[in-house]
C-alpha cells in the first residue's frame, strides 16, 4: 500500500529558481529517500534521510525531515534544465510476510524551463 | 561498475499473449525487486527476492504474473495472459542487503522494460 504522497504533482519554475516539493507518509518511518526518474529512464536514489535526522544536503539538493508532522521537503537550488523529472519520495511499508518493502509515491514533475 | 541491466527495452504485444522480461542485478546484490509502474503513478512492488527465495509477493497477480530467480542471480518475469491494463514500465532494481525498516539501503533500478498491450 502507498505510504508516502508527494506535493505538487507538477512544477513549473525557470531555471535558476529554486525548487521546494513535499512528501507526507502515514506511519511512523525510520528512514526515508527521494529518488529521481528522468522522462523514460529507470529511478535514480539522490538521497537518504534517517528519522534522528532533521536537515540533510548533498550538492544543490536539501532535504527536510519533521517526524512530528509525518512530512519531508526536497529543495532543489539554482535549478537547471537537466534537472526536469519526476521526483518520488520513498518510505517503508509492511509488505507480505510483514517484510518490510519501499513503497513510492506518484511523484512531483518538475520542469525547469532554460 | 555495471548496473542493473534489462531486457527487452520495449515490447509491444496483443491482449491474451505472453511475453518475458529478463533482469541482471548488480553483482553482488543478494536483493532483487520486480516494481511495475504505471504511467503518472509511482512504481508498486510486484515480487522480492533475497537471493533465489521470495520475500514478498503480496501484489503480485499471480493468475497471470510469475517471477524467478533462478542461481540466486539473473531473474525473469513472465506475463501470461496479458490484459491491457498491463501496459507499464516493468522496472527491476537491486540492493546489497535485504531492505528493511533500519538497513535503509539504496535500491539501484534498472532502465525499465517499457510493455504496451494492445
Known amino acids: 500500500s502507498q505510504q508516502g504522497e508527494e506535493d505538487p504533482q507538477a512544477l513549473s519554475i525557470q531555471e535558476g529558481e529554486n525548487a521546494t516539493m513535499n512528501c507526507s507518509y502515514k506511519?511512523?518511518?525510520?528512514?526515508l529517500q527521494w529518488y529521481r526518474q528522468n522522462s523514460g529512464r529507470g529511478l535514480v536514489h539522490l538521497i537518504l534521510?534517517?528519522?534522528?535526522?532533521r536537515e540533510k544536503h548533498s550538492g544543490r539538493l536539501r532535504v527536510t525531515l519533521d517526524t512530528s508532522k509525518k512530512s519531508s521537503s526536497l529543495l532543489i537550488t539554482a535549478s537547471r534544465a537537466a534537472d526536469t523529472a519526476s521526483y518520488f519520495c520513498?518510505?517503508?511499508?509492511?509488505?507480505?510476510?510483514?517484510?518490510?518493502?519501499?513503497?513510492f509515491g506518484k511523484g512531483t514533475l518538475l520542469t525547469v524551463n532554460p | 561498475e555495471a548496473g542493473v541491466a534489462q531486457s527487452p527495452r520495449y515490447k509491444i504485444i496483443e491482449k491474451r499473449q505472453s511475453v518475458a522480461f529478463w533482469c541482471n542485478p548488480i553483482s553482488g546484490h543478494a536483493t532483487l525487486y520486480w516494481y511495475q509502474q504505471i504511467l503518472g503513478q509511482g512504481p508498486k512492488l510486484l515480487i522480492q527476492f533475497q537471493n533465489n527465495g521470495v520475500v514478498d509477493d503480496s501484489q503480485l497477480p499471480k493468475d497471470r504474473f510469475s517471477a524467478e530467480r533462478l542461481k540466486g542471480v539473473d531473474s525473469t518475469l513472465k506475463i501470461q495472459p496479458a490484459k491491457l491494463e498491463d501496459s507499464a514500465v516493468y522496472l527491476c532494481?537491486?540492493?546489497?542487503?535485504?531492505w528493511g525498516q533500519g538497513s535503509g539501503n539504496t535500491i539501484y533500478f534498472g532502465e525499465g522494460s517499457w510493455l504496451t498491450v494492445v
Open positions: 506511519t511512523s518511518i525510520n528512514n
Open positions: 520513498a518510505t517503508p511499508a509492511i509488505g507480505g510476510g510483514s517484510n518490510y518493502k519501499l513503497t
Open positions: 532494481a537491486s540492493s546489497f542487503f535485504l
Open positions: 534521510i534517517r528519522s534522528n535526522e
